[in-house]
């Protein structure tokens, strides 16, 4: 059963921390998305990769968001430091570009920043 | 800039009705335009997608209708039933639209 698994699930952390969400696209799948979901943006794309090339970071804001494919079986997003505004659930999808565009996503990490 | 706009953001309708939920782009770059469907605490998954070269695709009770000179698209769903309650989202690969709220009333 392929599936994009996500890491963790939840995480709560203090205001100035580290957070580090982790990302194992679909086995085969050569691009990868992360997007923010909030109630009032939707769903906001921050970046994607493809062949572990970033193509686009231009939704993430640099200063503090950084987005990394260390290998094709892994992606990273960290935020550092963080901040109650960055309180969002955070999806991770894959897909595989050319020959399909559909992208599958993950189960998100809910981020509560306190 | 929001690259894809998204209305309504709430849709009420009765069981057995229509919905339709309308969608615009700009980037005439664009060439995949999914629909996704949103449970609460799931990731969206793909409802139905069409390319810009066809004007309506449709796959059960789901239909899209497509019109390329207007940069404009939309989701019709019949018979909408309660199951279909959900978030959805309109896109233009990889963008998504702000998601619409969809309650099917018994």
């Known amino acids: 059963d392929a599936r994009v698994t996500q890491t963790p699930r939840h995480k709560v952390t203090e205001m100035g921390q580290e957070v580090t969400m982790r990302c194992q696209p679909i086995?085969?799948?050569?691009?990868v998305f992360w997007y923010r979901q909030t109630m009032m943006q939707g769903l906001e794309l921050l970046a994607y990769?493809?062949?572990?090339?970033?193509?686009?970071d231009s939704g993430m804001p640099k200063d503090r968001f950084s987005a990394e494919m260390p290998d094709a079986t892994l992606a990273t997003l960290k935020i550092q430091p963080s901040e109650p505004r960055d309180s969002a659930v955070y999806f991770c999808?894959?897909?595989?570009?050319?020959?399909?565009?559909?992208?599958?996503f993950g189960q998100g990490t809910r981020l509560t920043v306190v | 800039q929001q690259q894809v706009k998204q209305s309504p953001q709430s849709l009420i309708v009765q069981k057995g009705g229509i919905s339709i939920i309308n969608c615009a782009y700009e980037n005439t770059a664009f060439d995949y335009f999914p629909w996704y469907q949103q449970f609460p605490g799931k990731g969206p998954a793909l409802l139905i997608a069409i390319r810009p070269d066809v004007s309506e695709k449709k796959e059960g009770r789901f239909t899209i209708s497509f019109n390329k000179s207007a940069k404009q698209f939309s989701l019709h769903i019949m018979d909408s039933q309660p199951g279909d309650s959900a978030t959805y989202f309109c896109?233009?690969?990889?963008?998504f639209g702000g998601g619409t709220r969809l309650m099917v009333k018994p």
């Open positions: 990769f493809r062949n572990r090339a970033p193509l686009d």
């Open positions: 999808a894959s897909g595989l570009v050319p020959g399909g565009t559909e992208a599958f």
């Open positions: 896109a233009a690969s990889p963008f």
């Open positions: 086995l085969g799948h050569n691009t």
